[in-house]
């Protein structure tokens, strides 16, 4: 497990909304981090792509001025450690408002089944 960069500053008379992407190192989830950072949310990036989700979060952080993005090396596929990030990614948030699942598994499958 892996943990990028300081935890987001909380602001006790404000607190921002938060919000967990689970496949955010590009794509579909990279574009919905980026727009819940815009709208003003902390963001907890999770991906087992390490260097694009560096990359994202320090583009993110550029982007609203502040530090408000971490991301968290995981791979879904590695099931022993769900729950582990999980409570991780709860310590540091304390709670969450969001959660966008956009990983999966395709797992094989012959070409009779489709």
């Given at each position: 497990?892996?943990?990028?960069?300081?935890k987001?500053?909380?602001?006790?008379?404000?607190?921002?909304?938060?919000?967990?992407?689970?496949?955010?190192?590009?794509?579909?989830?990279?574009?919905?981090?980026?727009?819940?950072?815009?709208?003003?949310?902390?963001?907890?990036l999770?991906?087992?792509?390490?260097?694009?989700?560096?990359?994202?979060?320090?583009?993110?952080?550029?982007?609203?001025?502040?530090?408000?993005?971490?991301?968290?090396?995981?791979?879904?596929?590695?099931?022993?450690?769900?729950?582990?990030?999980?409570?991780?990614?709860m310590?540091?948030?304390?709670?969450?408002?969001?959660?966008?699942?956009?990983?999966?598994?395709?797992?094989?499958?012959g070409?009779?089944?489709?």
């Open positions: 497990m892996t943990i990028g960069t300081q987001p500053v909380e602001h006790p008379l404000a607190p921002l909304p938060k919000a967990v992407v689970v496949g955010a190192s590009s794509g579909i989830g990279a574009a919905i981090a980026r727009k819940l950072a815009q709208e003003g949310y902390k963001v907890a999770l991906s087992r792509r390490r260097e694009l989700l560096e990359e994202l979060v320090e583009e993110i952080n550029s982007l609203v001025g502040e530090q408000r993005a971490i991301f968290y090396e995981h791979d879904v596929t590695d099931f022993g450690k769900t729950t582990t990030m999980f409570q991780t990614v310590q540091d948030l304390q709670t969450i408002d969001v959660l966008v699942y956009n990983a999966g598994v395709q797992p094989s499958v070409i009779s089944e489709y």
